[in-house]
């Protein structure tokens, strides 16, 4: 079973759309996590949520955003896309917020803007 | 500011020979220290943390990692190296604000 399951595993579409990408973890974690990977495989955090509730939210353009329906989904909905955005994409979950606990990832979503 | 450093790109062993990753951390209070290993197009996969106790601390796939608080260091170590660790390494620290810092990455080649 998949602990944590992001989808489309591949995303290529052009600039100025819009997208989504889903992320959904049966683990049973409180705090579920964005990522996101450049070219030079530097990760960087966006955002995160504890129980539906942001705690994290990184510089990042308000082109991103973040929607939790329940605390096991945590979804990235990206306007107007740019090419500057391409990028892998990482969900990840831990079992709770105060960080000890070690972070669980999918495997990715890897976007390209054309 | 609080950072971790990775200070190899990469690293590069013969199959049975010991391997050593080097990471150093600056972080407030007392650190909280991961490694994580990313194989080519999945996801970061937790090896070992350090939270207290002993310096030395054993993960995942006969990885180890040791802690030295003096110079601000947690090494991964493996005694004996496997094609099949070659893969990215990262190291991690927890920050202020519940925020996990991850280093830059090493790329481990292990060659036959």
């Known amino acids: 079973d998949t602990a944590v399951s992001q989808t489309p595993k591949y995303l290529v579409t052009q600039m100025g759309n819009d997208k989504s990408i889903k992320c959904e973890q049966n683990?049973?974690?409180?705090?579920m996590y964005w990522y996101k990977q450049d070219s030079k495989k530097f990760l960087k955090i966006m955002f995160s949520?504890?129980?539906?509730?942001?705690?994290i939210n990184e510089t990042v353009p308000n082109r991103f955003s973040p929607k939790s329906p329940d605390k096991a989904h945590l979804n990235l909905h990206i306007n107007s896309l740019e090419l500057g955005d391409s990028a892998v994409y990482f969900c990840?979950?831990?079992?709770?917020?105060?960080?000890?606990?070690?972070?669980?990832f999918g495997d990715g979503t890897r976007l390209s803007i054309l | 500011a609080q950072s971790v450093a990775q200070p190899e790109d990469q690293v590069n062993v013969a199959e049975g020979n010991p391997l050593t990753v080097k990471c150093t951390y600056s972080?407030?209070?007392?650190?909280?220290l991961f490694w994580y290993v990313q194989y080519p197009n999945r996801g970061l996969q937790f090896l070992l943390k350090?939270?207290?106790?002993?310096?030395l601390v054993k993960g995942s796939y006969g990885f180890e990692a040791e802690f030295n608080k003096s110079q601000t260091s947690f090494h991964l170590k493996k005694p004996s190296a496997l094609v099949s660790d070659s893969a990215l390494y990262f190291c991690?620290?927890?920050?202020?604000?519940?925020?996990?810092?991850f280093g830059a990455g090493t790329r481990l080649f292990v060659k036959a």
């Open positions: 990840a979950s831990s079992q709770d917020v105060q960080g000890d606990q070690p972070q669980h």
């Open positions: 683990l049973g974690h409180d705090t």
């Open positions: 949520y504890n129980n539906k509730e942001l705690i």
């Open positions: 972080v407030s209070g007392n650190p909280y």
């Open positions: 350090y939270i207290t106790g002993d310096n």
């Open positions: 991690a620290a927890l920050g202020g604000g519940f925020k996990t810092i």
